[in-house]
């Protein structure tokens, strides 16, 4: 069964601050895994995509890296600032076929001054 | 480019009666658009797959003939609650899915709405 686990639930953090979100994944064949910023009462907003053949992509100070051996990924945001407060959601999709992603739970992140 | 649109953003409506939920690509064609549940602190649940001009494909547990889907457009796709009872309260986003190949996969959210059901 594909399943995506992402940790930790919840993450609080002081402005300025780095932190580093995981998520772990089960989704085979892997075709691409998927970050998403979800606002409260908002639709996910997606910050990086990557294949198989990528180790890491970044937008602006979000850094994602794919370890497709170990089958995990990891959310690297740096300089947090309050508007990151968000929900952060891992989602992967299997190739060949079925196009309907798997989704992580999401991790709860809360950037306070 | 890949905007996605759905209205209204809010609705409360009284228990019994119907909501129309609409979800728009305003500047791509979707030949398939899906629609998600999300309950407060929880990730979203697919319900149903929609294609133009054919059937909705509804996930297990998800009643088809309270949550109806109608795909009539490449860029419209709406959804509509029939007989809301205060359970069906919930947060509902769609997206749509552009491309195809590789790129098939890639979708694209709608901002959600907001369903109160008294």
Redesign the interface.
């Known amino acids: 069964k594909n399943q995506v686990e992402q940790s930790p639930q919840s993450l609080i953090i002081l402005e300025g601050k780095n932190c580093t979100l995981q998520c772990n994944y089960t989704v085979s064949p892997f075709?691409?895994l998927?970050w998403?910023k979800q606002d409260t009462?908002?639709?996910?907003?997606?910050l990086t995509?990557m294949?198989f053949s990528e180790n890491t992509k970044s937008n602006g100070r979000y850094t994602a890296t794919l370890d497709a051996d170990t089958k995990q990924s990891s959310l690297h945001i740096t300089a947090s600032q309050l508007s990151d407060s968000a929900s952060y959601?891992c989602v992967v999709?299997a190739?060949g076929g079925s196009?309907?992603?798997t989704?992580?739970?999401?991790t709860?992140l809360i950037v306070h001054p | 480019g890949a905007v996605?649109s759905?209205h209204p953003s809010r609705v409360i409506c009284k228990s019994g009666t119907s909501v129309k939920i609409e979800c728009r690509s305003l500047d791509f064609q979707a030949t398939?658009m899906?629609w998600y549940r999300q309950f407060p602190?929880?990730?979203?649940m697919?319900m149903a797959?929609s294609n133009e001009g054919s059937k909705a494909t509804y996930e297990q547990g998800v009643e088809k003939d309270k949550f109806l889907i109608n795909h009539a457009s490449l860029t419209l796709s709406t959804l509509t609650v029939t007989s809301a009872h205060p359970e069906d309260s919930s947060?509902y986003?769609c997206?749509a899915?552009r491309g195809s190949g590789?790129s098939?996969?890639?979708?694209?959210?709608?901002?959600?709405t907001?369903l109160t059901v008294l």
Do not use: H
Request: no cysteine; charged share 10%; hydrophobic share 30%.
């Open positions: 075709s691409n998927r998403y009462g908002r639709g996910p907003v997606s995509i294949t959601i999709s190739s196009y309907i992603p989704f992580g739970r999401g709860s | 996605v759905q398939t899906f602190k929880q990730s979203l697919l797959t947060f986003i997206s899915a590789s098939y996969n890639e979708q694209f959210f709608g901002p959600g907001r």
